[in-house]
């Protein structure tokens, strides 16, 4: 493509260490797309003839289909995926192919391919988000009402119900998805005409390209375009939180899945047994994902340490976004669609759950708040008080509900027989029915909510 200035062969190693069309052929989609449009905007402007263009845009689709097909010669020695895609052109069109780069650089068809790809990846994401908030939806719905204990510390702290607790992910997932929704109108201006940092001397109509290529207008200014790279960065930030509340889901159905919690069963389909160890049942996919949101916060770190320091405008370096990202959004990709899988497979052992919900005095703030709202004691001595009961009931190895009037009144004795009302995890749930609270009557209003939001 440079054989005008140069008279040697680049070294072996100078073509190993350049040479990236190993993976962005990831962006052939995107690079026939934007040349389609770029092709069009030539001839409206002028710039390049009917039949000039007319050959380009079928020498493009042919290629389209190649690449579809499987039969694209992908090549090492044209180092990229716009040489690869111009070199072909030109063995299938001739000569009207080299007048396709006329106002346009690599360095603006590599920003643009990429942020193409980028928005690509948010938009499935999103949709990746959606289905498995969906499947968090149902399953919260079924069981709305199915206490469990809820916990500070991973100690037992007060019930609440699995399906208050799913729902806490519905809302994690939901700003996971509005960040990606944010990134991408953010990214949505269109590089291509930057050309090689200072734009075109040719009458190019960026918004034409912009308009045909979904971008809402083009960017602004020419050097930015070429250099910039946060929208990746923004998406790969997005993506590292998306990641880490899925290690935190993840991490859940593991200590869900263990013996002594019992809270949860998953099928066959999302586990595995042991080589050796004939009773197991391990939670291979839940540890996966709950691991993948290395993958994701090291792309984003890895893509920022390429970013920093580099001087405007565009720099080999930057052939370096690509791998990271790539890797990053497949990771996210199969974890979504893993965990999606998962949620709808699980299914809680309602017994299990109810019975640790009751367990470790989870009911003292209700026999406090009722101290409060009963005998109108201030709020610290009701908790000095019940403190004392819980002593006492620890003492008699039983719970505070089966803990007997007579020991109660002995710490105040205007106690009566209906505080029983509120030490069961049923009364406890049913109670909180502040907004956002886990009252099963509270759980459903949100989830109507968040199935109207996704519908
Ligand atoms: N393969 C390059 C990349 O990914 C394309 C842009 C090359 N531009 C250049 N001036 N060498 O960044």
């Not at 995107?30 to 040349?35: E, N």
């Not at 790279?229 to 923004?234: G, H, K, T, V």
């Not at 405008?313 to 790539?326: A, G, I, L, N, R």
Request: hydrophobic residues 45%.
């Amino acid at each position: 493509m440079w054989g005008g200035r140069f008279s040697d062969k680049p070294a072996e190693l100078m073509q190993a260490i350049n040479v990236s069309i190993g993976f962005d052929k990831r962006l052939a989609a995107q690079d026939l797309a934007g040349s389609r449009a770029h092709a069009a905007m030539l001839l409206k402007t002028g710039v390049i003839t009917s039949e000039d263009e007319a050959a380009i845009q079928g020498g493009l689709a042919t290629i389209l289909a190649e690449i579809e097909g499987g039969t694209f010669p992908f090549r090492d020695e044209y180092e990229d995926i716009h040489m690869n895609v111009e070199a072909r052109l030109r063995e299938l069109i001739g000569p009207a192919a080299g007048r396709l780069h006329t106002a346009r650089s690599r360095n603006d068809q590599v920003a643009l391919d990429f942020r193409m790809w980028v928005r690509d990846a948010c938009d499935r994401t999103a949709g990746q988000i959606k289905a498995l908030q969906s499947a968090l939806l149902a399953k919260a719905e079924q069981h709305a009402d199915a206490v469990m204990p809820g916990f500070t510390h991973l100690q037992p702290a007060q019930p609440v119900t699995f399906g208050h607790h799913l729902m806490a992910y519905v809302e994690m997932f939901g700003r996971d998805a509005s960040r990606f929704a944010d990134a991408r109108a953010r990214m949505n201006e269109s590089p291509l005409g930057a050309a090689a940092l200072a734009g075109s001397p040719f009458p190019i109509d960026r918004h034409m390209t912009a308009e045909a290529l979904g971008f809402a207008r083009p960017t602004a200014n020419s050097l930015d375009s070429v250099a910039d790279r946060d929208f990746a960065l923004e998406s790969l930030a997005a993506g590292a939180i998306c990641a880490t509340h899925l290690s935190r889901l993840a991490e859940e159905i593991v200590i869900w899945m263990t013996p002594q919690f019992g809270f949860i069963k998953l099928s066959d389909a999302f586990t595995t047994g042991s080589s050796i160890m004939p009773q197991k049942k391990n939670p291979d996919a839940a540890e996966l994902v709950r691991a993948k949101v290395g993958r994701l916060l090291g792309s984003f770190t890895q893509l920022t340490v390429v970013m920093k320091g580099l001087p405007l405008t565009y720099s080999k370096d930057m052939q370096e976004d690509k791998v990271p990202t790539f890797e990053a959004f497949d990771a996210l990709e199969l974890s979504l669609r893993a965990m999606a899988g998962m949620v709808a497979d699980l299914e809680p052992v309602r017994e299990k759950m109810a019975a640790a919900a009751g367990a470790g005095y989870s009911t003292a703030t209700d026999l406090a708040d009722w101290l409060v709202r009963e005998l109108n004691l201030p709020f610290r001595d009701a908790h000095h008080v019940t403190g004392a009961a819980v002593k006492q009931a620890e003492a008699l190895g039983v719970g505070l509900s089966d803990l007997p009037l007579s020991d109660l009144q002995a710490l105040d004795g205007r106690i009566t027989a209906s505080i029983y009302d509120v030490l069961t995890p049923e009364a406890s749930v049913a109670s909180r029915r502040s907004y956002g609270g886990t009252a099963p009557d509270q759980v459903r209003a949100q989830i109507k909510r968040w199935k109207e939001a996704l519908a």
